[in-house]
Nanobody, 114 residues
Framework: VQLQASGGGLVQAGGSLRLSCAAS????????MGWYRQGPGKQRELVAT???????NYADSVKGRFTISKDSAKNTVYLQMNSLKPEDTAVYYCLAAGWDRDYWGQGTLVTVSS
């Protein structure tokens, strides 16, 4: 499985960005996709995930501001990020969880200026 993430960038506080992650390869093994992030000096943490059945899970810090969605026809998962805060600044990594292992994208940088 290969993951191609895109959509990061620089935005002012209160702004919005949308991240995309397209999966290719042996994707029938994937049962969950989502996003993690790693801020400066911090450990990687969950942002949001969605299962093949459409069940979404969010970190408390992003609930009500971020929305995860997927386009099954395109094997793509999206993360709509609204009301961004400086503390959302991080490298965002796409995850695809398979039957026997996890796959990670290359990371895309999101910088929120105050």
């Amino acid at each position: 499985v290969q993951l191609q993430a895109s959509g990061g960038g620089l935005v002012q506080a209160g702004g919005s960005l949308r991240l995309s992650c397209a999966a290719s390869g042996i994707i029938f093994t994937i049962n969950r996709m989502g996003w993690y992030r790693q801020g400066p000096g911090k450990q990687r943490e969950l942002v949001a995930t969605t299962t093949s059945g459409g069940n979404a899970n969010y970190a408390d810090s992003v609930k009500g501001r971020f929305t995860i969605s997927k386009d099954s026809a395109k094997n793509t998962v999206y993360l709509q990020m609204n009301s961004l805060k400086p503390e959302d600044t991080a490298v965002y990594y796409c995850l695809a969880a398979g039957w026997d292992r996890d796959y990670w994208g290359q990371g895309t940088l999101v910088t929120v200026s105050s």
